[in-house]
C-alpha cells in the first residue's frame, strides 16, 4: 500500500519535529528556513488496540501491525508558486502525495524564529493554502488553453473535461481550493486526472506547547483556527516538542510522562490514525498460528483484492473468505462461540470489506 501523507508547513512550524517523532527517522532539524530540501519518507506503525486482543483471543507466536508513509516536505514560502524558496520543487513533491498534513505553529518561544517574524497560524494557513490555490490555479489555464481547442471540435472528452475546468477557474480566482466544490461522480474522474494540489484532502495539526497537551482545545490559538478551517479538513492539536521526546522513551518512562503531563496516549497516536483515515484507509486482520497481522487496504476494496495485499496468488486463485468482525470476536471470545452464533461468515468475490474484519482466504492456483 504506497500512500502517503506529505507534512507541509511554512519553514520552523515544527514539521521535521513532528516527522522525528512519527517515524524516529531523525530527519534533519535548523532554526532557518529550508533546512528541509529534499523530502523524506519514513514508514509509521498504524497504533490499533485491537491487535492486542486478538491476540489474546486467538494466540500467535507474533504481532504485526500495518503500516503507511509520511513525507516530509520543505517548508514552503509566499511566492512558492512562481518559484520563491525553491517553490516550484517543494509544490511538485507535494503533488507526489495522496493526501496533506498541513502543520501550523501554535505556540509561542521567542528562542525559535518564525519566518514571518509572528506567530500567526490563520496567516500561516493562508500563507500556504493561497500557494497550492495559484498553483492549481496556473496549472487549470494551462490545461484550458489546449482544451479549448479541441472542444472546437465538439470532441466529447474535450467538452466534460473543459466544463470542469471552466467550474474550477472562478473558484481558484476566488481564492478557494477545488475541494470546496461538488463535483458529480464523472467530473471527479475529469478532476483526478488533473492532479490538483487543492483537491487532496488536508489534515491541520497545530503544534502546541507541552503545557497544552492535557487540552488542546484549550490552546489560545484552537478555536480561531477551527473557525477558519470552517470543516475543510480536520484539526488536531499535538506537541511535535514533546512528542519527540516521548518517541525516544522506553515503556515505563512514557507512562509516566504521559500520566504526569495528564494525557492517556501520544498525541502522535491521534495523528496517524487520523492521517490513516484521511488517506481512505482502513484495516484487515488475519489471525493466529505464526502470527495475527494487520493489514491495509482502501475503503471500497473488494474480497478478492484484498486477499490479493497478503499475495498476488490468493487473489489469482480467490474462493471464498471466512469472516468474523472484531466486534463479534470480542463480544463472544472466541472463533468457536462466534461460529455457534451464526456469525461467521462465508462471502464470495462481490464482498466489501470492511474495518476490523478477520478474514481467512480460501483459494486455488
Known sequence: MSLTAGIVGLPNVGKSTLFNAITKAGA????????????????????????????????????????????DIAGIVKGASKGEG?????????????????????????????VTGKVDPIDDIDTINLELIMADLEAVNNRLAKVQRAAKGRDKDALAELA??????????????????D???????????????????????????????????????????????NGEGEVIGVSAAAEEQIAEMDDDEKKDFLEMEGVEEPGLNRLIRAAYKLLGL???FTAGGKETRAWTFKRGTKAPQAAGIIHSDFERGFIRAEVMSFADLDEYGS?????????????????VMQDGDIVEFRFNV
Request: no cysteine; net charge negative.
Open 28 to 71: 534533519e532539524m535548523a532554526n532557518y528556513p529550508f533546512a528541509t530540501i529534499e523530502p523524506n519518507v519514513g514508514m509509521v506503525e498504524v497504533p490499533d488496540d485491537r491487535l492486542a486482543r486478538i491476540d489474546e483471543l486467538i494466540p500467535a507466536q507474533k504481532i504485526v501491525p500495518t503500516t503507511f508513509e509520511f513525507t
Open 86 to 114: 525553491l517553490g516550484n520543487k517543494f509544490l511538485e513533491n507535494i503533488r507526489q502525495t495522496d493526501a496533506i498534513v498541513h502543520v501550523v505553529r501554535a505556540f509561542d518561544d521567542d528562542d525559535i524564529t518564525h
Open 164 to 181: 470542469v475546468l471552466e467550474k474550477l477557474k472562478p473558484v481558484l480566482e476566488d481564492g478557494k481550493s477545488a475541494r470546496t466544490i
Open 183 to 229: 463535483f458529480s461522480d464523472d467530473e471527479k474522474k475529469i478532476v483526478k486526472g488533473l492532479f490538483l494540489l487543492t483537491t487532496k484532502p488536508i489534515l491541520y495539526v497545530a503544534n502546541i506547547a507541552e503545557d497544552d497537551m492535557a487540552d488542546p482545545d484549550g490552546n489560545k490559538y484552537m478555536a480561531a483556527i477551527r473557525e477558519h478551517v
Open 282 to 284: 482502513e484495516t484487515f
Open 335 to 351: 472463533p468457536a462461540k462466534v461460529k455457534e452464533a451464526g456469525k461467521l461468515r462465508l462471502e464470495g468475490k462481490d464482498y
